[in-house]
C-alpha cells in the first residue's frame, strides 16, 4: 500500500514562493503518473498538476506558468514549485498518484496580501 508524505507548506506573501515535496512510499511499481491536488478552506478538492512517468506535465489553468511539477526518480520524490504565490493559492496541498491512492495529510501553503 503506497502512502504518501507531503511537506515544504509555510506562509508566504503574495508574489513569493514555496517547493513542495511528495515522498511516496511503498510499492509504486504501477503507478503512471504523480498529482498534485489542493482544498481551499470551504472548497472542494481541485486537481492543479500531473506529471507522467515519461515526463509530460499538465497544469489547471490557473497555475499555468506560475507552477512547475517535476520528479526526481533517484530520490523517489515529485516536487511542485510555486511561484508568484497569490492569496487565491492559499489551500491545503495534497499529492497523489494514478491510479490513486490513500490521501495523505497534505501541507498548509497560506498566501497573505
Known amino acids: 500500500q503506497v502512502q504518501l508524505v507531503e511537506s515544504g507548506g509555510g506562509t508566504v506573501q503574495a508574489g513569493g514562493s514555496l517547493r513542495l515535496s511528495c515522498a511516496p512510499s511503498?510499492?509504486?511499481?504501477?503507478?503512471?503518473?504523480m498529482t498534485w491536488h489542493r482544498q481551499a478552506p470551504g472548497k472542494q478538492r481541485e486537481w492543479v498538476a500531473t506529471?507522467?512517468?515519461?515526463?509530460?506535465?499538465m497544469y489547471r489553468t490557473s497555475v499555468k506558468g506560475r507552477f512547475t511539477i517535476s520528479r526526481d526518480n533517484a530520490k523517489n520524490t515529485v516536487y511542485l514549485q510555486m511561484n508568484n504565490l497569490k492569496p487565491e493559492d492559499t489551500a491545503v496541498y495534497y499529492c497523489?498518484?494514478?491510479?490513486?491512492?490513500?490521501w495523505g495529510e497534505g501541507t498548509l501553503v497560506t498566501v497573505s496580501s
Open positions: 497523489n498518484s494514478i491510479p490513486t491512492v490513500s
Open positions: 511503498g510499492s509504486i511499481s504501477n503507478i503512471n503518473a
Open positions: 506529471i507522467t512517468t515519461g515526463g509530460i506535465t
